[in-house]
């Protein structure tokens, strides 16, 4: 004979999976913030959208490698570290500081890291919090994210004030890396897009083309990594959001650091 409080009971448990897995997997995506464990790093939720990739023709500063200015869709939403990644978040996972500027303390930057250094960093982070959703934005995510819908040379506006008030360059950082977080951030909540530090992306460095592009990852090989966003030794024009620079993979520089994407 089937037992009635046993069957009763074993419906209640199945009902209660049900009600409970849901509502946590819906509060872990409708969620616009996400913390990382191991670097006590903050991201924010990047909404898709499209906008123009490239420099208009008209502006100030540009490089012909930024030209033609073209549709790019960002079709799935992600998360992006709200800072570059600092000296202090990379001895929590590789347990060493490679940077130039290590007298300015765990809340600066890391920099000289290549971007092979990087993806050893990233690979031992993952495996640390038992996931694959850390990797470096593509090229497209961070000028999406850098640009935070707007069309100026900076997120910030367009004149070396604007920048001034958004970022470290080569008029107001006495040569040197800052701290994250101390200038103005974007309206998405990001810092530090424009100087500080260069900032890796994952792409291989390709020449742009015409074609819209929907969640384009750049070409499948090449002999320069594209780095973005200028550095605290830039002049102006090399900071904007549109700005294009790129270096061998195994490269390293007191110029250049990185940030974090996460995927929801």
């Known amino acids: 004979m089937i037992n009635k409080k046993f069957v009763l009971m074993l419906i209640v448990v199945s009902l209660t999976m049900v009600c409970f897995v849901p509502h946590s997997i819906a509060r ?8 990382s464990p191991t670097l006590g790093a903050k991201f924010v939720l990047i909404p898709a959208g499209t906008f123009m990739m490239g420099s208009p023709s008209d502006e100030p500063g540009r490089d012909s490698d930024e030209s033609p200015q073209h549709q790019v869709t960002i079709s799935r939403p992600f998360y992006m570290q709200t800072t570059e990644v600092t000296q202090g ?3 929590r996972v590789m ?8 007298n300015c303390g765990d809340d600066c930057p890391v920099e000289q890291v290549s971007w092979e250094d990087v993806q050893g960093f990233i690979k031992k982070l993952n495996s640390m919090e038992g996931t694959d959703k850390y990797r470096l934005p593509t090229e497209a995510q961070w000028e999406y994210a850098a640009r935070a819908g707007t069309t100026t040379r900076f997120h910030a506006g367009n004149s070396d004030d604007d920048l001034s008030r958004a970022g470290w360059l ?21 810092y ?8 890796w992306v994952q792409d291989w460095f390709r020449l742009y083309s015409a074609n819209s592009l929907t969640d384009p990852a750049g070409p499948s090989s090449g002999s320069k990594r594209v780095r973005r966003g200028g550095s ?4 102006a024009r090399f900071c904007r959001s549109a700005n294009r620079d790129y270096f061998g993979p195994g490269q390293r520089s007191g110029l250049l650091g990185f940030r974090l994407l996460r995927t929801q």
């Not at 605290?232 to 002049?235: E, G, P």
């Open 192 to 199: 530090d897009m424009h100087g500080n530090v260069y900032e």
């Open 28 to 35: 872990e995506k409708g969620s616009n913030t996400f913390t």
């Open 95 to 102: 347990g060493s500081n490679p940077s130039h500027f290590s």
């Open 232 to 235: 605290w030794s830039s002049i």
């Open 170 to 190: 080569r008029a107001n950082s006495g040569s040197k890396t800052h701290q994250v977080g101390q200038k103005t951030s974007s309206s998405w909540g990001l």
């Open 89 to 91: 978040q990379w001895k």
